[in-house]
């Protein structure tokens, strides 16, 4: 057993009195930290493992603080001397941003947005009450520093690999007058840094808790509905946007016992939708462009595609010119289309055919007449067959799929081949080719390679919506894969 999962079996069952009967492994998402579900003594709890121990230790704090007051959040159950693992309750699967995928823009959904952002603004002002700040992460307040540290994240991650001409001394000194001047706030409470709707679990009875605020710190509270409502990925229409801004703003009301100058309370509002988006295009950049996880690309179309929308219709209040050019610079039709994939259709000839094969038995033969095509070699991934118990599984199976992304280099070897690969469907589809083969070898055609072959197969249908073949020789020749997958 990975000695990470001997040591969440220990802390359960010291928490417990009994040893787990399950570790299931969860995603994973943007971060470094690794979620487990664990299963026993008639309950299941989430285990959270991460190296980052001010990271843990402010998660931990920021939990006990907004369970004394009741606010929506997880308890913690138990904590490891070394305070690289913790036990939380556990909030189920769902997220908001599950329900909004997959129920779509109704009344329903609405009301659970509308619920979160009054959970919010009752978290924001009653936990700011008695929070130690000198417990936060990194800034105690999102003031000028932090601020500036946004603008710059998103310089250094995003606009500076567009490799495009600005004048940097320029630039810095319009990010230097802009977070002065949206440091000049009305309010500030605890802020929760990363409100979005992936971080809002929705419980069986339609009430919300939050999740994945170790990164809070004090600051104006329209940052994080600014975060919420033009995340790229729940892509909420102008009307919901507007509704529920009104909507926070009645519930902050409440919370901070007057009315507010809603005028103002707007204008600094925009100012941080525009901090916000920046902030997260230097994420998707950093994410995708420098680490080379494909997922965060295809965010930054609908990342830029708010972008311009608030330019061609906010006003900032201030004058920042340099600033004006580079987001005239990203929102441009070029940089847009640079990050926008082109899309199969109905029409498009092209049909890729992926397969997992052993080289034991050769490599397949390409029956169309053009030849050629990929080949990767899987055999430089650490072999799960050679381990006892995943000796009868396949690359299909959750343990081996886990064993994988966790333990081999698998995610780094994959995003490499989606870099070649992308190259040419792309330019396929434009040209108006038939056919590619991409075939994926390991020594049985059992594990990495089945693996390997799903992954690109989803890569490919996700990104250019191409039509895929998908074969896996060895597994379909011993009955042990059904396809359609």
């Known amino acids: 057993m ?5 040591s969440i079996s220990q802390l359960f069952e010291k928490w417990s009195g009994t040893a787990p009967d399950k570790i299931d492994l969860l995603p994973q998402a943007g971060s470094d930290r690794r979620y487990y579900r664990v299963y026993g003594n008639s309950t299941s709890v989430i285990a959270t493992h991460g190296n980052n121990i001010p990271e843990n230790e402010s998660f931990i704090y920021f939990t006990e603080q907004f369970n004394k ?17 913790y036990l939380q309750t556990d909030l189920g699967d769902v997220s908001l941003l599950n329900r909004l995928e997959s ?7 609405y009301a ?8 919010l603004a009752k978290l924001q002002v009653q936990a700011d009450q008695d929070i130690d700040y000198r417990k936060c992460l990194t800034n105690q307040e999102f ?38 001047y949206l440091t000049h706030t009305e309010y500030k409470f605890f802020m929760f840094r990363d409100f979005q709707s992936r971080n809002i679990m929705v419980q069986p009875d339609q009430s919300v808790a939050f999740i994945d605020y170790q990164g809070g710190m004090k600051g104006a509270p329209q940052y994080d509905v600014a975060s919420m409502l033009w995340q790229a990925r729940a892509n909420l229409p102008d009307d919901w946007k507007d509704g529920l801004l009104k909507d926070y703003i009645d519930a902050f009301e409440v919370e901070v016992g007057h009315p507010v100058n809603r005028a103002v309370f707007q204008s600094q509002y925009n100012g941080y939708v525009l901090i916000r988006l920046l902030q997260v295009l230097g994420a998707y950049g950093f994410r ?9 690309l295809t965010s930054i179309p609908q ?19 340099e600033f004006k050019k580079v987001l005239e610079i990203c929102i441009s039709d070029e940089i847009v289309n640079r990050f926008t994939p082109l899309r199969a259709t109905d029409e498009t000839p092209l049909v890729v055919k992926i397969a997992s094969f052993s080289f034991r038995k050769g490599i397949p033969a390409d029956e169309s007449e053009n030849g050629g095509g990929f080949v990767f070699d899987c055999r430089g991934i650490l072999n799960p067959g050679r381990i006892e118990k995943y000796k009868t599984m396949t690359g299909r199976d959750k343990e081996v799929k886990d064993y994988l992304e966790q333990e081999t280099r698998m995610p780094e070897f994959l995003n490499s081949v989606f870099d070649i690969v992308d190259i040419s469907v792309e330019d396929y589809i434009k040209r108006g080719f038939g056919s590619l ?35 896996h020789i060895e597994q379909e020749a011993k009955n042990w894969i059904n396809l359609p997958y």
């Open 288 to 296: 995708g462009l420098f680490e080379r996880k494909a997922q965060f």
């Open 69 to 85: 007051k009741k606010l929506a959040a997880p308890t913690i159950l138990a904590v490891s001397e070394d305070k690289t693992i």
């Open 143 to 180: 003031g000028r520093q932090a601020i500036l540290a946004d603008l710059l994240y998103f310089k250094y991650y995003f606009l500076d690999a567009l490799r495009k001409p600005y004048d940097k001394q320029k630039l810095i000194d319009d990010f230097e007058a802009l977070s002065t």
């Open 103 to 109: 129920e779509g823009l109704t009344d329903e959904i």
């Open 437 to 471: 083969m991409i075939n994926f070898g390991c020594t049985g055609g059992q594990h990495r390679s089945v693996y390997a072959a799903d992954a690109t197969a989803r890569h490919l249908r996700n990104k250019f919506k191409v039509k895929v073949e998908l074969q």
């Open 112 to 119: 659970l947005f509308k619920t979160s952002l009054s959970s």
């Open 2 to 6: 990975h000695p990470v999962l001997v």
């Open 303 to 321: 990342a830029l595609a708010n972008l311009k929308w608030f330019f061609e219709n906010q006003s900032l209040g201030i004058a920042v010119p």
